[in-house]
T-cell receptor
Framework: DGGITQSPKYLFRKEGQNVTLSCEQN?????MYWYRQDPGQGLRLIYY???????QKGDIAEGYSVSREKKESFPLTVTSAQKNPTAFYLC????????????FGPGTRLTVL | GQQLNQSPQSMFIQEGEDVSMNCTSS?????WLWYKQDPGEGPVLLIA?????ELTSNGRLTAQFGITRKDSFLNISASIPSDVGIYFC????????????FGAGTQVVVTP
């Protein structure tokens, strides 16, 4: 079955540690996205990538980093510079950027202890 | 980035009732999307709209692309318990290339 997978489902981190969230898709989509979701707020864009080896900052990129070495994979690293990293993180993909529907993975809940 | 204005924030309804919600923006959209999200899960795409005035159904769900291209509406008819969840709108405004905007969501609670 085609889809988007995110791992792990739950992640706990101590303050000062970097952590990497995995996102893989087998939909052959060109574009991939990372969003952060906080209670009562709309999704906020962290980073997005339209093609391999290229990515752009979203609205809240500070304290995060990404890579896009393969079409299928778009890992997100939450660095110690992110002041309030506890949140629900969602990865999405679309056939190509902008006008196409985005399809979401199941999410990763990150908790900083 | 600017987010969409979605209302109502929550709805408590009885099984069998209809539900309506809407999203508005000051920007013009070429695409409107409606998603449903269950607690702790990723959003699932329900309906996609591509043309002003378009009315599209998916089972008991009906969505419309506003003629001004700045708003969209979602209706759920004859609600059932499994309709419980958060529904939100999304789309790419024409003045913000590459970035979607999202509504904060409407929480729907259905009581028997």
């Amino acid at each position: 079955d085609g889809g988007i997978t995110q791992s792990p489902k739950y992640l706990f981190r101590k303050e000062g540690q970097n952590v990497t969230l995995s996102c893989e898709q087998n939909l052959n989509h060109d574009a991939m996205y990372w969003y952060r979701q906080d209670p009562g707020q709309g999704l906020r864009l962290i980073y997005y990538s339209q093609i391999v080896n290229d990515f752009q900052k979203g609205d809240i990129a500070e304290g995060y980093s990404v890579s896009r070495e393969k079409k299928e994979s778009f890992p997100l690293t939450v660095t110690s510079a992110q002041k309030n990293p506890t949140a629900f993180y969602l990865c999405a993909s679309s056939i190509r950027g902008y006008y196409n529907e985005q399809f979401f993975g199941p999410g990763t809940r990150l908790t900083v202890l | 980035g600017q987010q969409l204005n979605q209302s109502p924030q929550s709805m408590f309804i009885q099984e069998g009732e209809d539900v309506s919600m809407n999203c508005t923006s000051s920007s013009i959209f070429n695409t409107w999307l409606w998603y449903k999200q269950d607690p702790g899960e990723g959003p699932v795409l329900l309906i996609a709209l591509y043309k002003a005035g378009e009315l599209t159904s998916n089972g008991r769900l009906t969505a419309q692309f506003g003629i001004t291209r700045k708003d969209s509406f979602l209706n759920i008819s004859a609600s059932i318990p499994s309709d419980v969840g958060i529904y939100f709108c999304a789309g790419p405004p024409t003045d913000s290339w590459g970035k979607f905007q999202f509504g904060a969501g409407t929480q729907v609670v259905v009581t028997p």
